[in-house]
């Protein structure tokens, strides 16, 4: 057992199912089980409009890490799975990102949880209600469902067909 967590995975080049269930093997031997996964999403690009869709999905594990290591474990693993940081919201091969961390506001340099712009994402609020719906999302006093029911968001999510 361990501190609930959430965490948003995203791909957008090459094999994005592929890159999307290697990073959920690599979580659940590096960070923690996983105990819940949303189904997949595709995704218009948010920040920088000019690249490929995105498949999206959240998340939950319970890990014995604490946040800067659980942090360091997900960068490790884009890493092993050839990400490189190019382009602030470019393409990207993998993205791993903290969302929520049990009931915690971590405010440090490298990382800031929940994350700054969750309340403000479509891609990472529909698949994350989707399995924490009634969660409060901590400092907000809105739940995940209150979140998206407000998010100014306007970018298309619709789940992925893999028949």
């Known amino acids: 057992m361990g501190e ?16 999307l269930a290697e990073a959920r093997t690599r979580l659940a031997t590096q960070a923690g089980p996983l105990e ?4 997949v999403y595709q995704t218009e690009p948010w920040g920088l409009a000019d690249q490929p869709a ?4 959240v998340v939950q594990l319970a890990t014995g890490l604490p946040p800067r290591e659980l942090l360091a474990a997900l960068l490790a693993i884009e890493q092993q799975m050839g990400r ?5 919201w470019g393409p990207r091969l993998i993205d791993l990102d903290i969302l929520l961390y049990a009931n915690q506001q971590v405010a440090l340099p490298e990382l800031t949880v929940p994350h700054p712009q969750l309340a403000n994402r479509r891609f990472v609020l529909v ?10 999302v901590p400092g907000t006093g809105q739940t995940v469902a209150q979140l ?3 998010c100014p968001d306007t970018l298309r ?7």
């Open 4 to 19: 609930i967590v959430f965490v948003g995975l995203g791909s957008n080049l090459g094999d994005r199912a592929h890159h």
């Open 36 to 39: 819940a996964s949303s189904a």
């Open 54 to 57: 995105f498949y999206n999905q």
């Open 84 to 88: 490189h940081r190019q382009q602030r």
């Open 127 to 136: 698949p994350l209600a989707q399995i924490a719906a009634e969660v409060t």
């Open 148 to 150: 998206l029911a407000n």
């Open 157 to 163: 999510v619709w789940p992925v067909d893999f028949a």
